[in-house]
């Protein structure tokens, strides 16, 4: 029986069969181990002595990052109410902005922000006084504000105040279609997204932002505006609706155009736990390039997915083969030139030892 010859019409199912399970498998293998197959975390600033390049005291739970082309970065620390500046070398800036509380409200908890480059846009006024706000604030006490320097150099203004609906706002995007610019911001309280025009006004879309796939009790969570699109990561809610609940596979990532039209459901639980952090990899980053990476908040793990299938290509890891671990992880962002660092560099966040201390830092390939 072991011994029988093929066939001569077997030998097509033969050679698929053998090529299943003896090419495929070294493929991905290749992939993994290829040149560029492996990364290095630099640790640039933390709030801790001794855990990063350089230390600021102000780096406290830091969950987003956002930059103007050439830099510096500016990272959202949600346990400080700050937002704290750094070069691509972790090199503090001597500017911090505090990010407002709401009306009713002692200290800002910032989270996502992001950079206008529209000088009509988002307006803020203060003693008579207006400027275009250079960057945004989300906070999770559902407030978003904007700074311009002309207006208030060291304070961000409190331009929208939905606290008292309860509004937990995790993220924050910003967008244009053929109506005008918006900002996005993931309600994670009420499991939506809300939108604001260019004056901070609400507005209503065509689309509604909804995934009709999605299971009860899971909220947007993360945001990013992409190749003109918004990929939105989905998180588990806790019993108040205020947080996440961690666990491997508890997570969703879908794409919708800036309008609020569902696309597509692009990856589906597996790797993912409370994905948060989004970036698309250019030409340089490895084995990786090209790709979409998501960062668990859960794990601390950051999985790379085909952009175009959601495929699960695999996690960034280090030089021995093992996944890289941060703990907390919150943004991703790549390079934008001068001080806010290379194309192929990947700048992250994180709220370490349970979003009491800070860290941000640099995976690069080698």
């Known amino acids: 029986m072991y011994g029988r010859l093929i066939s001569a019409h077997s030998w097509p199912i033969a050679i698929t069969l053998a090529f299943t399970l003896l090419v495929l498998p070294g493929l991905a293998f290749a992939r993994a181990n290829a040149g560029g197959g492996f990364y290095q975390r630099t640790n640039l600033v933390s709030n801790l002595p001794g855990m990063a390049k350089f230390t600021d005291p102000n780096l406290t739970n830091p969950w987003g990052i956002s ?12 346990g400080s109410g ?3 500046l750094y070069d691509n070398k972790g090199s503090p800036q001597s500017l911090a902005v505090t990010i407002p509380a709401p009306t009713r409200g002692t200290t800002g908890t910032p989270t996502g922000t992001v950079f206008n480059s529209d000088i009509h846009a988002f307006i803020v006024s203060k003693k008579g006084v207006s400027g275009a706000s ?19 150099l060291t304070h961000a203004i409190l331009e929208v105040d939905r606290s008292s609906s309860g509004a937990v706002y995790k993220g ?3 967008g244009s279609n053929s109506s005008g610019i918006f900002l996005y911001a993931t309600n994670f309280h009420a499991g939506t997204i809300d939108v604001f025009d260019k004056k901070f006004a609400p507005v209503t879309l065509s689309g509604s932002f909804t995934d009709p796939y999605l299971p009860t009790g899971y909220a947007p969570f993360g945001i990013n505006t992409i190749s003109g699109k918004l990929y939105v990561t989905y998180a588990k809610q806790n019993a108040q609706k205020n947080g996440d609940v961690p666990g491997l596979g ?4 879908d794409v919708f155009d800036t309008n609020g039209h569902f696309i597509k459901r692009l990856v589906t639980q597996g790797q993912l736990d409370a994905p948060w952090g989004l970036a698309l990899a250019g030409s340089s980053f490895g084995i990786f390039s090209h790709d979409l990476l998501v960062g668990n908040f859960g794990n601390g793990h950051i999985n790379a997915f085909n952009p175009n299938t959601g495929a699960f290509l695999g996690h960034l890891s280090d030089q021995n083969g093992h996944p890289i671990i941060i703990d907390g992880l919150w943004a991703l962002l790549f390079g934008l030139g001068g001080q806010a660092g290379k194309a192929n560099q990947l700048f992250f ?3 370490i030892h349970q979003e009491a201390d800070g860290l941000f830092g640099v995976i690069q390939a080698v």
């Open 250 to 253: 508890r997570g969703f990532v």
């Open 172 to 174: 924050l995007a910003i």
């Open 67 to 78: 930059s103007a082309p050439g830099g510096p970065f500016w990272v959202s620390d949600n």
């Open 349 to 351: 966040t994180a709220g």
């Open 134 to 152: 250079l960057f945004l604030f989300s906070t999770q006490d559902g407030t978003i504000s904007g700074w311009s320097p002309s207006v208030d």
């Open 82 to 84: 700050l937002s704290t």
